[in-house]
Each structure stands twice: as C-alpha cells, then as structure tokens.
C-alpha cells in the first residue's frame, strides 16, 4: 500500500490510485462507524482493509462523535472586514507575507496553488494564489475570513497542522467532507520564538491530483523562515529596549535587570545577565514583591514594553542563579518549552505531601502546577514532557523505559529518547519523580485536569497509549486521576489505567 500523501508516478491522472483508496477508506471507516454507534457493536476490526493514518482516524471519530454531516458541513464562520484587518495587524504575521509570497508562490514549473495563512484560531487572514484555483476554492468556503476548523469543515490541513502543532498533511479522501476530496492541503504551525505560542499556520492547497510530495517539506521550510524573521525582529525589539534601559539601571542602587514581556532579557546590572527569566504563566499578581525561583525575591515594575526586576534579598540567602533556568552557559537556558528548569531542588525539599496538577484543558498548551512547602508554581509544558507526565499519573504503579516507549512510539527500543526526557524531567523536578521503574513518588498527590472533548486531549499526540486514553475517556470507560465521577455512579472505576506491555 502506499503511504497516504505519496503521489503516483503520472501526478497528471484525474483520479489517481492514491485518490480511490482513499475514498474507500473514507467510505468504509465511516459506514463500519456508523454501524457500531447503531449496534453498539465492538467486533474486530476487518485486517485486510486500509486503515487511515492515526491522526485522520482519530479526526473522523471526533467529528462522527460532534455529529457532522459529511456531505454539508456545518455552518460557516465568516469575519467581516474590519475584524480581519484587526486580526492580520495583531497576528504578527503580516510582514512576513511577502517572504512567503516569493518562497511559496512564486517558483517556476510549480503546479497551481493557494497560499492561505491562518491565525492561531483558524480564521484565514490571506489568501492568494492562481484566480481559476481560488473561484473552486469559494465554492467550498476556503476563502479569505473562513473559519477553518474541523467542527465547521471537518478534517483539514490548517486545523489538523494547528491541533498538532507539526506539519501535516491531509489528502484527498482523508478530508471528513466529501466535498473535499478533489483537494490536498499541506500546512506548517508558525511559534513566536519569543514566547514558545503558536500564532497561526501556513497553508498551501491545490487539486488533488496535481499536489507534489515534496510541498509538505517546502510548507515547514517556510514556517521555519517564518520563524527566523520573527526572531530577528524580537532581537530588534530587545535592543530597543536595551537603549531604553541603559540610563535607568544607572540610577538603580544595587542588582537589577531589564526583561521584554516574555522574559528574555535585555539588559542587566550587578548580577549576572540570565538568557531568560521564566515569568508566571498566569501573570503577576497585584502585590508589589514576587518570588523567582533563580532570583528569590523580587519587586517588579512595569518598564516600557518589558519589566524592571530588583533582586530584594542579598545574592548569598537569595536561590543560586547557577541552578536555575536563567544561569548561563545552561543547554535549557533558552528552551521555550520545557519552563521547570531551576526548581529540582526546592521542588526535592517540598515531594512530601506536594500537589501536582496537569493541566491539559487547553490543546496545545498544557501546564504544570506545583503546589507544596517551598511555594508554589505553574510553568508550560513541551508537548513530549505533557505526554509523559500523563502515562505517569495515570499509572502510579510505574512504568520502564521500554513500557513508555511502547506507549509513545509503539516500539518499545526506543528508550534512549524516553531516558533522555525522563532525565531532563527528574533534574528539574527532584523528588516529584522516582525511577526503576519511572513514576510519581508515592507521597505526591496527582490531579489531571482535560479538555470537555477527550479527543481534544493532547491532541498533537499519536501515541498508541495516549489514543487509547482517548477512546477510553470517550467511552466512559477510565477517568482521568483528581476526575469527579460521572453522576450516579459509585463506586468510581480506576483512574485512567491502560494495558501496557510487560517490561
């Protein structure tokens, strides 16, 4: 069978045989789904019939579960004129337009196609390309202040490149709607570097039939582009603040630095510059002293487009910088992601009775909170961290190397990439985290907090083990751990436990 995207080798054919196949899945899975609601029948699976990649699969069963009509949609969410001129000037993605015009657009002998970029949202915000292409494409909606996400739409490549947060690519038949099928979508997420968010996506679509491979490859090239002039402008900003500062920290009396809004660092004085403070995810608070955790104690003012942060306690009683995520010469000093470096040894001192909450409500953005003796904390996960705390608080028993890897990947050698993460984690949590085998230490108390959807739960994960949990919160059959029980039932079922393979 051919991987699901891979062209044949005459692109020039109407109705290739990639196309067909995939239409008969699309059939097939959506019929035999329909079936099993209707029976309530869980009979095996049909081993000689094509399967859909897991990230399409698990789309379709999301929207068969919202009820959308394959064949109409749902209602369309357009922006009126004045909300998409606000939105382009507050994506940050309008001066890169035309770097993505020349690099996506503009190549000789490429096939005729659309160049949309979406907002974090999913609103297109611009859309251009060849007039024939873009008239086919009104007629589906894809047009400049549509709204397009799955449960208007259905399975797409904006939505599913945002859902993910990677490239994807959604071809033909693997569009939910049937009106789709005649397109291919290829889509790249686009991060502030500055702050790790995700602000939007870039997306190119064409007829299914014509859509080259390597275009998924040149979609991500060009996020990546994308990405490197927003860095370049935030280091623009950061210098400009540097100038702004430089007086001030002159007239200030004792240590003091200089940080943007999302902490990174544009000057400093009496004390060594750190790449980056981690700021509070949920923002300050209205008091007028704050604890960092490289930092100790700190009065905080608000300065121009950034932050003026006095240290109030001597360096010598204050957390040692050389231990935390703002100390140079540290590999996690400019990790936007992870967000827990610098607490291994406070969090080490506060493991008895310590409460911690996985907060993964929101796709795409899942935190950490820590509640104990030493303080209290809340940082933003990687999505790989989130994936393996999660397998973690759901099997407080533990669980090897070769058990998480099966659970991540389906292929249980692939320890050294678990035992790399695994290491990163423990360093920076202490004793919250015990090994041999890997698991929360017992005197901790895990809450997992999900999204209302369940497929909504971590939803750039296609790890076997995290689409079972899925499925498993969908049937009602596991709980997440801290859930409420459904209503009416007691005793509770155990919290979100999940056949794993032996170790």
């Given at each position: 069978m051919r991987q699901p995207g891979r062209q044949t080798r005459r692109p020039e054919r109407r109705t290739p045989q990639t196309a067909a196949e995939l239409a008969k899945v699309h059939e097939r899975a959506l019929a035999e789904a329909a079936a099993r609601a209707a029976a309530r029948d869980t009979a095996p699976d049909d081993p000689s019939l094509f399967q859909p990649?897991?990230?399409i699969g698990d789309s379709w069963e999301r929207l068969r579960r919202l009820g959308l009509d394959p064949d109409a949609g749902a209602a369309a969410v357009h922006l009126g004129p004045a909300e998409i001129?606000?939105?382009?000037?507050t994506s940050g993605l309008d001066p890169l337009l035309p770097v993505l015009r020349g690099t996506l657009l503009e190549q000789p002998g490429q096939p005729p196609l659309i160049l949309a970029i979406a907002d974090a949202d999913g609103h297109i915000l611009w859309q251009e390309g060849e007039r024939g292409l873009?008239?086919?494409?009104?007629?589906?909606?894809?047009?400049?202040?549509?709204?397009?996400?799955?449960?208007?739409?259905?399975?797409?490549?904006?939505?599913?490149?945002?859902?993910?947060?990677?490239?994807?690519?959604?071809?033909?038949?693997?569009?939910?709607?049937?009106?789709?099928?005649?397109?291919?979508?290829?889509a790249a997420p686009v991060h502030d570097p500055g702050t790790g968010r995700l602000i939007g996506a870039i997306n190119l679509s064409g007829p299914a039939h014509s859509v080259r491979p390597y275009l998924l490859q040149l979609t991500a090239t060009a996020a990546k582009l994308a990405e490197t002039e927003l860095r370049a402008r935030r280091l623009?900003?950061?210098?400009?603040?540097?100038?702004?500062?430089?007086?001030?920290l002159a007239r200030v009396n004792g240590p003091a630095l200089v940080v943007d809004a999302a902490g990174w660092t544009a000057a400093a004085a009496g004390l060594p510059p750190p790449a980056r403070l981690r700021l509070p995810a949920e923002g300050w608070s209205t008091t007028a002293v704050h604890w960092l955790p490289s930092l100790g104690e700190c009065v905080i003012e608000p300065l121009a487009d950034g932050w003026l942060v006095r240290p109030v306690l001597p360096r010598d009683t204050a957390p040692a910088p050389t231990g935390g995520p703002d100390a140079p010469g540290r590999p996690d000093d400019t990790d936007d992601t992870g967000g827990l470096s610098g607490l291994g040894g406070l969090l080490a001192e506060q493991a008895e009775g310590a409460r911690v909450r996985l907060d993964l409500r929101r796709a795409g953005s899942p935190a950490l909170s820590v509640h104990g003796a030493a303080g209290s904390w809340s940082h933003a996960l990687s999505p790989r961290h989130a994936e393996l705390l999660l397998l973690l608080a759901t099997e407080r028993n533990g669980l090897s190397a070769a058990q998480l890897a099966d659970a991540l990947f389906g292929d249980p050698a692939r320890t050294v990439t678990v035992r790399a993460e695994l290491?990163?984690?423990?360093?920076?949590?202490?004793?919250?985290?015990?090994?041999?085998?890997?698991?929360?230490?017992?005197?901790?108390?895990?809450?997992?907090?999900?999204?209302?959807?369940?497929?909504?739960?971590?939803?750039s994960s296609s790890g076997p083990a995290v689409r079972r949990l899925r499925a498993g919160l969908a049937g009602g059959t596991v709980r997440l751990p801290g859930a409420p029980p459904p209503p009416g039932q007691l005793p509770a079922p155990r919290t979100g436990r999940l056949p794993l393979p032996p170790a």
């Amino acid at each position: 069978m051919r991987q699901p995207g891979r062209q044949t080798r005459r692109p020039e054919r109407r109705t290739p045989q990639t196309a067909a196949e995939l239409a008969k899945v699309h059939e097939r899975a959506l019929a035999e789904a329909a079936a099993r609601a209707a029976a309530r029948d869980t009979a095996p699976d049909d081993p000689s019939l094509f399967q859909p990649r897991p990230e399409i699969g698990d789309s379709w069963e999301r929207l068969r579960r919202l009820g959308l009509d394959p064949d109409a949609g749902a209602a369309a969410v357009h922006l009126g004129p004045a909300e998409i001129e606000r939105r382009r000037r507050t994506s940050g993605l309008d001066p890169l337009l035309p770097v993505l015009r020349g690099t996506l657009l503009e190549q000789p002998g490429q096939p005729p196609l659309i160049l949309a970029i979406a907002d974090a949202d999913g609103h297109i915000l611009w859309q251009e390309g060849e007039r024939g292409l873009r008239r086919s494409a009104d007629r589906i909606g894809f047009l400049t202040g549509a709204r397009w996400i799955e449960e208007s739409v259905g399975t797409n490549g904006i939505a599913a490149a945002l859902r993910a947060q990677r490239p994807m690519q959604v071809h033909s038949a693997e569009h939910y709607l049937r009106s789709h099928h005649s397109w291919t979508c290829v889509a790249a997420p686009v991060h502030d570097p500055g702050t790790g968010r995700l602000i939007g996506a870039i997306n190119l679509s064409g007829p299914a039939h014509s859509v080259r491979p390597y275009l998924l490859q040149l979609t991500a090239t060009a996020a990546k582009l994308a990405e490197t002039e927003l860095r370049a402008r935030r280091l623009e900003s950061l210098h400009h603040l540097r100038t702004l500062a430089a007086p001030m920290l002159a007239r200030v009396n004792g240590p003091a630095l200089v940080v943007d809004a999302a902490g990174w660092t544009a000057a400093a004085a009496g004390l060594p510059p750190p790449a980056r403070l981690r700021l509070p995810a949920e923002g300050w608070s209205t008091t007028a002293v704050h604890w960092l955790p490289s930092l100790g104690e700190c009065v905080i003012e608000p300065l121009a487009d950034g932050w003026l942060v006095r240290p109030v306690l001597p360096r010598d009683t204050a957390p040692a910088p050389t231990g935390g995520p703002d100390a140079p010469g540290r590999p996690d000093d400019t990790d936007d992601t992870g967000g827990l470096s610098g607490l291994g040894g406070l969090l080490a001192e506060q493991a008895e009775g310590a409460r911690v909450r996985l907060d993964l409500r929101r796709a795409g953005s899942p935190a950490l909170s820590v509640h104990g003796a030493a303080g209290s904390w809340s940082h933003a996960l990687s999505p790989r961290h989130a994936e393996l705390l999660l397998l973690l608080a759901t099997e407080r028993n533990g669980l090897s190397a070769a058990q998480l890897a099966d659970a991540l990947f389906g292929d249980p050698a692939r320890t050294v990439t678990v035992r790399a993460e695994l290491s990163r984690l423990r360093r920076h949590l202490g004793g919250l985290l015990a090994h041999r085998p890997y698991r929360f230490a017992e005197s901790v108390l895990v809450g997992v907090a999900g999204p209302d959807d369940p497929y909504d739960l971590l939803p750039s994960s296609s790890g076997p083990a995290v689409r079972r949990l899925r499925a498993g919160l969908a049937g009602g059959t596991v709980r997440l751990p801290g859930a409420p029980p459904p209503p009416g039932q007691l005793p509770a079922p155990r919290t979100g436990r999940l056949p794993l393979p032996p170790a």
